[in-house]
């Protein structure tokens, strides 16, 4: 794979790492960049020599600051000299491209003022490097419900209760607060009382408090006839 150098003022170092050099190493572009400051002017001389022979493309980031930095010249004019035609401009900001070397607006820019995505996919095209596609975030997990057991479900408190309504014989739902309550039905508009009992009876029993064998109230009744 081959090896991209990194041109950029240290005053744009903070988007070019995370946007450019970050982005190339994930598509497995091997790069070098200057992420720390080096103490001595000698000691930089020799390092960035060093940067650049090694590698195989020199990417030049430019922007109003990058053309003002001299270091970035001397890079720029390193590679027109030994790198020709291994050369990629990427232009972050607008400025003048001959700032950097009088025949830097002969060679096709990249362009990352306004579309990100765009500018990345323009930059693995001119490195001649196939898109490595980026693993889909992992799902937030779900988590199941378990189902409660029957004995829980059978002690929960009802919250509504279901009503016949003795005027228009139509069925009501109505809250558990309303049990023993006079209410106004909300078809009829006529008032009638709730029973105060809301416990469904069980199968074959009476309810209780009923007072009387063989007979059921009309709440009863009302429980058989929605199938109870």
């Avoid at 090896?3 to 950029?8: E, G, I, M, T």
């Avoid at 700032?99 to 990100?116: S, Y």
């Avoid at 007072?211 to 006839?225: F, I, L, M």
Wanted: with cysteine.
């Amino acid at each position: 794979m081959s090896k991209v150098f990194v041109s950029h003022s240290v005053k744009d170092r903070d988007f070019v790492g995370k946007e450019i050099v970050s982005f190339l190493t994930s598509q497995g572009v091997d790069t070098w960049f200057a992420e720390d400051e080096i103490q001595t002017a000698d000691r930089w001389e020799r390092a960035i020599l060093k940067g650049l022979m090694d590698c195989d493309w020199f990417l030049v980031v430019m922007s109003p600051r990058s053309a003002a930095s001299e270091w970035v010249k001397d890079e720029v004019h390193w590679a027109m000299e030994e790198r020709p035609g291994k050369i990629i401009p990427v232009l972050l900001q607008d400025c003048d491209c001959r700032e950097f070397h009088i025949r830097m607006a002969r060679i096709q820019h990249v362009d990352f003022r306004d579309n990100l995505k765009e500018g990345r996919r323009r930059l693995l095209v001119a490195l001649g490097v196939t898109p490595v596609s980026q693993p889909a975030p992992p799902l937030p997990e779900v988590k199941k419900q378990q189902p409660e057991a029957a004995s829980e479900l059978a002690v929960q408190p009802k919250r509504t209760f279901q009503v016949i309504c003795p005027n228009c014989h139509q069925m009501l739902r109505l809250p558990i607060a309303l049990a023993g309550k006079s209410v106004q039905c909300s078809l009829c508009a006529r008032t009638f009382r709730t029973p105060e009992n809301q416990t469904r009876p069980a199968p074959g029993k009476q309810a209780a408090g009923d007072g009387s064998q063989g007979k059921d109230s009309w709440v009863t009744r009302a429980w058989q006839w929605l199938g109870g």
